[in-house]
């Protein structure tokens, strides 16, 4: 199969144990990006991507955000999906009881209710900086602008995460995607999008390549219907259970160059 287009997932897949771009990883697709188009795909905010693209000679390149609730060609938004304001709302009240920490985003926009041990894991990772601004004042001023948010990260305890999941699931299932990512981090984004619609959008308006032409890399729950759908989804090698199950083939460790390694036995980059 002569494939055209690669998107890859960047945490748990793409960066080294540092968190960063190794020098394979760079090097290959580098030289990847000459021959076919290669796209970045995560939950991450913009800033928590551009960089990369930068470090990856991408820049051009279009950047599909928050799962697929955000994409950006040429710097524009050209699909957005929100979570509305009052499902928002109802998740701020019922975490009054728990104190769990919600990261509230929105396009570029990235709110904290304080710089607590999870904002500056967060702001580590990312090498992006919050805002500080308490929940109901960030949903005050949206609800006056019409907003909601491309994403929510709750993050803390496992009993708590466990608290704030149920709750959704018991009353938003049809309507949110809840990404448990980790005992302590779940991840909600609007249930309408998904990094496969977000795909879709991109290799049908821009691109004009099909899904059977496309290869993608991933690792966890979020990446299951990018990875069923396209000619050649391909896990790294610490990927979720689900995810290597439905792999069409599994490479390295995500930590260990797996992509990277992958990529030059594809296209022949060595």
């Not at 960063?20 to 970045?40: A, F, G």
């Not at 990312?126 to 909601?148: A, C």
């Not at 991933?218 to 995810?243: H, Q, R, S, T, W």
């Amino acid at each position: 199969m002569n494939y055209k287009i690669v998107f890859s997932d960047i945490d748990g897949t793409l960066l080294n144990k540092d968190r960063e771009l190794s020098p394979l990883t760079l090097r290959v697709i580098r030289k990847l990006q000459k021959q076919v188009p290669v796209v970045l795909i995560s939950s991450r905010m913009p800033q928590a991507m551009q960089h990369l693209q930068e470090e990856l000679h991408i820049g051009h390149q279009p950047l599909i955000c928050y799962n697929g609730g955000q994409v950006i060609v040429n710097g524009e938004t050209v699909s957005s999906t929100e979570i509305p304001w009052e499902t928002i709302w109802k998740l701020h009240t019922f975490n009054k009881n728990f104190g769990c920490h919600l990261s509230l985003f929105n396009d570029t926009e990235w709110y904290v209710p304080q710089m607590d041990f999870w904002a500056k894991r967060e702001q580590n990772n990312t090498k992006v900086i919050p805002q500080v601004k308490p929940v109901g004042e960030v949903l005050r001023d949206w609800k006056k602008s019409g907003k909601g948010a491309h994403k929510i990260q709750a993050m803390g305890e496992p009993d708590i995460i466990d608290a704030l999941e149920k709750f959704l699931f018991s009353n938003y299932k049809n309507h949110l995607h809840l990404y448990r990512s980790k005992d302590t981090y779940l991840e909600i984004a609007n249930k309408e999008v998904s990094k496969l619609t977000a795909i879709k959008v991109l290799l049908d308006s821009h691109f004009n390549f099909n899904l059977q032409e496309s290869i993608a890399f991933g690792d966890n729950f979020n990446d299951y219907e990018m990875l069923k759908a396209v000619g050649m989804g391909i896990a790294v090698g610490n990927a979720k259970p689900k995810i290597l199950k439905i792999a069409k083939k599994i490479t390295g460790h995500g930590k260990e160059d797996g992509v990277a390694i992958s990529r030059q036995e594809l296209f022949n980059l060595f």
